[in-house]
């Protein structure tokens, strides 16, 4: 079980579950990621699929992603809330 999120990240937590539907091949449920612990490895996430989540978090919640960045920054959903947490307040890269 993993431990409560503070009220503030839910939001930014489910923007990032649907951009990351939504950037998926066409074939990703929330339950999908939720089942696979949020690790969009498990879930097969394809190099495109990458590129759409990161110009989506770009556009929507105006944080840089730097895509040449240690993938591992970006490759769970808890590590993507605190990539874009850590951008929105500056402390990020």
Same mark, same amino acid.
């Given at each position: 079980?993993?431990?409560?999120?503070?009220?503030?990240?839910?939001?930014?937590?489910?923007? $990032?579950?649907? =951009?990351?539907?939504? !950037?998926?091949?066409?074939?990703?449920?929330?339950?999908? +990621?939720?089942?696979?612990? &949020?690790? $969009?490895?498990? =879930?097969?996430?394809? !190099?495109?699929?990458?590129?759409?989540?990161?110009?989506? +978090?770009?556009?929507?919640? &105006?944080?840089?992603?730097?895509?040449?960045?240690?993938?591992?920054?970006?490759?769970?959903?808890?590590?993507?809330?605190?990539?874009?947490? &850590?951008?929105?307040?500056?402390?990020?890269?």
């Amino acid at each position: 079980m993993n431990p409560p999120h503070p009220p503030h990240t839910e939001d930014l937590r489910a923007q $990032l579950v649907r =951009l990351i539907v939504e !950037s998926g091949d066409g074939n990703l449920s929330t339950g999908d +990621i939720a089942s696979a612990g &949020g690790s $969009l490895q498990a =879930l097969g996430y394809s !190099s495109l699929s990458y590129i759409r989540l990161i110009d989506g +978090i770009e556009n929507e919640l &105006g944080v840089y992603i730097d895509p040449d960045a240690d993938t591992e920054a970006f490759s769970t959903l808890d590590n993507l809330v605190g990539l874009v947490l &850590g951008g929105r307040d500056g402390s990020g890269e």
